[in-house]
């Protein structure tokens, strides 16, 4: 698989995951098997980040020289949000489902890391 490939796909699940939690909350987290909290506003709040840096993967899928910015942004956030689940996970706040949900994005984190290892700054993709 090209790296041009993982990062859309990095892309679309920012999209599939900052969306809903963008416009249908209450849904997403009825997928999570999570009550919705009580204010829903930093919840879309992050939906909408999550979607916009989407965006930027989806740059960086086009062009991963240009944009590798966004790819180190990938590598320092990705990798910390099954920390962050597992923390509330094992706290009993978050079900096993939502943790393992993170572990996509961990995953990709790894990817995005391996990938700044292995290129260079001037590395066609």
């Known amino acids: 698989m090209s790296w041009n490939a993982i990062f859309w796909l990095s892309a679309l699940f920012n999209?599939?995951?900052?969306?809903?939690?963008?416009?249908?909350?209450?849904?997403?987290?009825?997928?999570?098997g999570m009550p919705p909290p009580s204010s829903l506003l930093f919840v879309q709040i992050a939906g909408l980040l999550i979607a916009v840096i989407g965006i930027?993967?989806?740059?960086?899928?086009?062009?991963?020289?240009?944009?590798?910015v966004m790819i180190v942004l990938g590598a320092i956030g990705k990798p910390v949000l099954p920390?962050?689940?597992?923390?509330?996970?094992?706290?009993g706040e978050v079900p096993l489902?939502?943790?393992?949900?993170?572990?996509?994005?961990?995953?990709?984190?790894?990817v995005?890391?391996?990938?700044?290892?292995?290129?260079?700054?001037?590395?066609?993709?």
């Not at 999209?15 to 999570?32: H, K, W, Y």
């Not at 930027?56 to 590798?68: C, S």
């Not at 995005?112 to 993709?125: A, D, K």
């Open 97 to 110: 489902d939502a943790f393992l949900l993170s572990w996509v994005d961990g995953s990709f984190g790894i």
């Open 83 to 91: 920390i962050l689940f597992y923390l509330y996970y094992a706290a």
């Open 15 to 32: 999209f599939i995951v900052g969306l809903p939690l963008l416009f249908r909350p209450a849904f997403f987290f009825s997928m999570v």
């Open 56 to 68: 930027g993967y989806g740059f960086a899928a086009v062009d991963p020289v240009r944009h590798r």
């Open 112 to 125: 995005f890391v391996i990938f700044l290892l292995t290129t260079t700054r001037g590395e066609p993709s």
